[in-house]
């Protein structure tokens, strides 16, 4: 099958524990399997050297100024941005676990840290042409396998990060109902996704944040 255009960016975002990854793994074999180019990405990327900093930090192994890693965050993305480029030009459709609107709903949770300053880094980044915000009740996000393990995954510092996330919707953002069952939200995720990929395919790629 022959695709002309360019492929759709597609991101999902969410809360710890809203069921990104399962959806976006479910979408990525999924698309594999209808014969549409797909790739699935995430950020953090922990394999390279930025990527492992992040690693650590997330892991608390290491300490990093709160600023300092919020531009590393952001640099993660950056050097993932040529691949980005050629495989969306190539007409691959990115499937992305996390991306700009994590590092800005994250880092402006926490103290003295503005919206408008954590965007700064990421303006110019390629603009989704879809994000999928999962949304999830706290109450069933801290039920859910292994949450508190790693930093930043306890309940209040969640709740700050939510309310970014909605605070940073604009027109390609569509809010997931993530309460309810796998199937379910996968079906509203899909259907999403393939009109994205129909309405970007003949647009130029666009720039985040400008
Ligand atoms: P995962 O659990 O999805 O691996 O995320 N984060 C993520 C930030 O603080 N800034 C960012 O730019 C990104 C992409 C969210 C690991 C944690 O890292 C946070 C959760
Ligand atoms: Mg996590």
Known sequence: MSYPGRGALVV????????????????????IKAGIPTNYMCFPDRTTKIGKLIDDYLKCNNDIEDHAIHLL????????????????????????????????????????????????????????DLVLFFDLNMHNAVQRPTYGQERYENQTFQEKVRRNF???????????????????????AKNSVLRAIQESRFKPLQELWV
């Open 12 to 31: 999902l975002e969410g809360c710890d524990k809203a069921g990104k990854t399962t959806q976006a793994k479910l979408l990525y074999e999924n698309m």
């Open 73 to 128: 965050f952001s640099a993660n993305r950056w050097e993932n941005v040529p691949k980005m480029k050629e495989l969306l030009h190539r007409g691959t459709t990115l499937v992305i676990d996390r991306y700009a609107y994590s590092g800005v709903a994250f880092s402006s949770a926490k103290k003295n840290f503005s919206l408008d300053w954590c965007k700064q880094c990421d303006i110019g980044l390629p603009k989704p």
């Open 166 to 188: 909605l605070l940073l919707q604009d027109e390609s953002f569509k809010v997931i109902d993530a309460n309810r069952p796998i199937e379910v939200v996968y079906e509203d």
